[in-house]
């Protein structure tokens, strides 16, 4: 069976239409542009108060659906694509973290049905929005550890914001099933990100260099995962920073704060983004 | 009587006037619209908001989200194209045709009313034939009415329902 599958092979029917972070960006709609400015609401966080909540709860929700399907694929490469050993070379990792991941597929392949029959609930169809491909693309590096701090830290630590976020919408709305299945995986991704940390500190126990480079992997991650702006504690971003259940998963204060600040970087970053984008298409 | 569209061409996004205009055209023959339609299409923005002014030319601002293929940003679809510009003019004709004298206007409606009255628009859409996915609609309306038994039959009978009053469509809502 094949090693190291490239993002553009992952399977899908007919039903999903895939686009890349860099697509995703080049909407020069998407950021604060000076000519939208006074037109917005003064919070775009998801609240059952906003005109939109239905629709933008349904679009978040299929944005958990894909995302939960790209996890499962992630974990399964792990868990495939190394050879059982020491994990101290990049090309091996211990059996017990492939149980991990093992057990990290088994909890997303649960999600992704659990999210298929919330998106029912909601009045969405599979492949209704378009399915942004980065999660995978952050599950392909070569170094297992990399691939623990992209996807174990950054990855699962974005989806423990995002499904506080829905949990809290749920809670307000007063819509039994998503608070309850949000509250559900948010506990399964706690775990996940747990195993990340714990795994990440006893491979590169004995090699500072390689966490050193493992969580500046996981920082422009982070960056990535802040969705140019989606995530941060910014009230111009829909997803606020889940800190009490960050800090459960094992995040430092200081690792907070320091997503914290990225994820705001990554906001501004993407309104000079988008008026560079437009000033190109007026070029 | 043509619909009109502004703008011609777009720099944002890669939509087409003349699709936005033959759709709008067909639904303001099946929905006995009496005056001419001029559609202004904000491209600047991704939000999907609607509303409309009423004078002896209907003139529809629709933000370009609200024409938008969800698949395929920045893309128009026809069938989002038809439903949404389908549910702004067909509240326009309620108000124009009476008995919707003391509904508030759309930017007072609170989520709620909009929510009873979208039900009431969409199941008419659907009813004419339109492509219409109805739990979209349940589930708005279980947001602003509650998810209850109560709100679940308010919702069947505003949907199916048709000659409506203002004051009726919002006795269904309150009784939730």
């Known amino acids: 069976m094949r090693k190291f599958f490239p993002v553009e092979e992952l399977a899908r029917d007919s039903r999903f239409s895939q686009i890349n972070m860099?697509?995703?960006?080049?909407?020069?709609?998407?950021?604060?542009?000076?000519?939208?400015?006074?037109?917005?609401?003064?919070?775009n966080r998801l609240t059952p108060d906003r005109a939109d909540a239905s629709d933008a709860a349904r679009s978040l929700m299929h944005g958990?659906?894909?995302g939960e399907i790209q996890a499962l694929e992630g974990a399964g490469r792990t868990c495939h694509d190394f050879e059982t050993g020491s994990g101290q070379s990049t090309d091996t990792v211990p059996f017990a973290l492939k149980l991990d991941m093992a057990r990290q597929a088994w909890d997303e392949a649960r999600h992704v049905e659990i999210s298929v029959k919330l998106s029912d609930w909601m009045g969405s169809e599979i492949g209704q929005y378009a399915e942004n491909t980065v999660l995978f693309e952050v599950a392909c590096s070569n170094d297992p550890v990399l691939r623990l701090a992209g996807v174990n830290r950054a990855l699962e630590g974005l989806a423990i914001d995002v499904f506080t976020t829905m949990k809290e919408f749920g809670d307000l709305a007063g819509d039994p099933y998503l608070e309850f299945c949000e509250d559900w995986m948010l506990a399964d991704e706690v775990t996940h990100v747990k195993m990340g940390s714990d795994w990440l500190r006893r491979i590169t126990e004995h090699d500072p260099?390689?966490?050193?480079?493992?969580?500046e992997f996981q920082s422009v991650v982070d960056k990535i995962f802040s969705f140019g702006g989606t995530r941060s504690d910014s009230t111009e971003s829909?997803?606020?920073?889940?800190?009490?259940?960050?800090?459960?998963?094992?995040?430092?204060?200081?690792e907070v704060e320091q997503i914290a600040e990225v994820s705001l970087?990554?906001?501004?970053?993407?309104?000079?983004?988008?008026?560079?984008?437009?000033?190109?298409?007026?070029? | 009587m043509s619909t009109t569209v502004a703008p011609q061409t777009f720099r944002f996004v890669k939509f087409d006037a003349a699709l936005t205009a033959r759709v709008a055209d067909g639904l303001v023959v099946a929905l006995g619209i009496d005056r001419p339609v001029c559609i202004e299409i904000d491209e600047t923005t991704p939000l999907a908001r609607l509303r409309a002014d009423i004078g002896d030319t209907i003139t529809i601002y629709a933000e370009s989200g609200a024409l938008e293929d969800s698949k395929r940003p920045r893309e128009q679809s026809e069938t989002a194209t038809a439903i949404n510009?389908?549910?702004?003019?067909?509240?326009?004709?309620?108000r124009l045709l009476g008995g919707f004298g003391g509904a508030p206007p759309d930017d007072q409606l609170a989520l709620r009313q909009m929510a009873a009255w979208e039900t009431y628009t969409v199941g008419r859409l659907a009813r004419l034939g339109l492509t219409i996915n109805q739990q979209r609609w349940r589930y708005n309306f279980r947001n602003r009415h509650g998810f209850t038994d109560?709100?679940?039959?308010?919702?069947?009978?505003?949907?199916?329902?048709?000659?409506?009053?203002?004051?009726?469509l919002e006795a269904i809502s309150s009784a939730v």
């Open chain 1, 64 to 66: 958990i659906f894909v």
């Open chain 1, 265 to 283: 970087a990554a906001l501004e970053d993407r309104k000079a983004f988008a008026t560079a984008s437009l000033q190109a298409t007026d070029g």
């Open chain 2, 85 to 94: 510009l389908g549910r702004i003019l067909l509240r326009t004709r309620d």
């Open chain 1, 238 to 254: 829909p997803i606020g920073l889940a800190r009490r259940f960050r800090e459960l998963a094992g995040f430092t204060d200081t």
């Open chain 2, 150 to 168: 109560a709100a679940d039959a308010a919702f069947d009978e505003l949907w199916s329902a048709g000659g409506l009053t203002w004051g009726e």
């Open chain 1, 209 to 215: 260099e390689r966490r050193k480079k493992a969580l």
């Open chain 1, 22 to 43: 860099r697509q995703a960006q080049a909407d020069p709609r998407s950021g604060l542009v000076n000519e939208t400015v006074g037109k917005r609401p003064k919070t």
